[in-house]
C-alpha cells in the first residue's frame, strides 16, 4: 500500500459511478472533462483502489489523452468512483492506494455479437467462473468483430498498457473463414502455454469428438497471460474449468513470485 497526494478539479469524485482521469503529468492541462492531477509519477494498474477517510475510487485502465497547442499527449489513468467524496473536501487529498486480487479482462469475438444482433453469454460465464475460483479486484468486458487486427491491437493494450492480469478470449477458435483469434494471438504472446491448450483438449475430446477441432492457444504477453476459449458457453465451461486451478499459480510466477514450486 502506498499514498497519493491528488489536486482534484471542481466536482470530481463527488458522484458515484462518475469517470475521470488520473495525470501523472505536471503540465498544465484542461482535458474538459472531470480529472485529477498527481504531484509525480503514478504506478497504477487495474483494480487498485484510491482511499480516503470519506471517499474510494477504482483505477479501471491507462490511455493517452491528446495534448493542447505545444504541449504532447499525456499519459493518464481512467478511474470510476465508488464511494463519492462529500461536498466540501479540499481539491488535493492524500489517499491510499492498495490492491486486492487479480485483474480480469473478457473479450467475445463475434460478428453478430458486435453488431448488437446476439446477446452475449459466454464472455459473463468467464467473468462467473473466474470470479469463483480466485479473488478478482476488476473485472471488464468486451465485445468485438472476429478482425485479426482489432484483437491483437486489444489483446497489447489490455496486456502491456493496461496490465491485466489475465485476459480470456471466447470464440473464435474453429475452422471457419471468420473465426482468427488463435492468429491473433499467436502473433502478439511472448510464452506459449502448451500444457494449457492440452489440459483444454482432452477436457472437450472427453465430451465429443468435436473437440479436436479447437485451435485454442495460450500464452503470455508482459505479465498477463492469456487463454483462448470455444465460442459457447457449454464448452466455456469445460475448458476453462480445465485451466482454473493453475491460472492463479501461472500468473503470479510470470510476475516474479519467487516461491518454490513445489517442495520435496
Known sequence: MSDICLRFSKNTGQTPGQRFLVYSSTQALNPGVPCAFADGPLALRPGHVLQGEQEEH???????WPGQAQLPDAQCWLLETLVPAPVGLDDQRLLSASRNGFALAWITLSDKGAAGQRVDASGPLVEEMVRTAMPLSLARGFVLP???????????????????????TTGGTGVAPRDVTPEATLAVIEKRLPGFERAMTMTSLAKTPHGAVSRAVCGTL???????????????????????????????????????????
Not at 58 to 64: E, H, K
Not at 234 to 260: F, M, N, W, Y
Request: contains cysteine; charged residues 20%.
Open 58 to 64: 477504482r483505477v479501471l485502465g491507462r490511455m493517452w
Open 146 to 168: 472476429d478482425d485479426e487486427r482489432g484483437i491483437r491491437a486489444l489483446l497489447m493494450q489490455l496486456a502491456l498498457q493496461d496490465a491485466f492480469d489475465l485476459i480470456c
Open 222 to 264: 508482459g505479465g498477463s497471460v492469456i487463454v483462448n476459449l470455444p465460442g459457447s458457453p457449454k464448452a466455456v465451461r469445460e475448458c476453462l474449468g480445465a485451466v482454473l486451478p493453475a491460472l492463479s499459480h501461472t500468473i503470479e510466477k510470470l510476475q516474479g513470485d519467487p516461491s518454490e514450486c513445489a517442495s520435496v
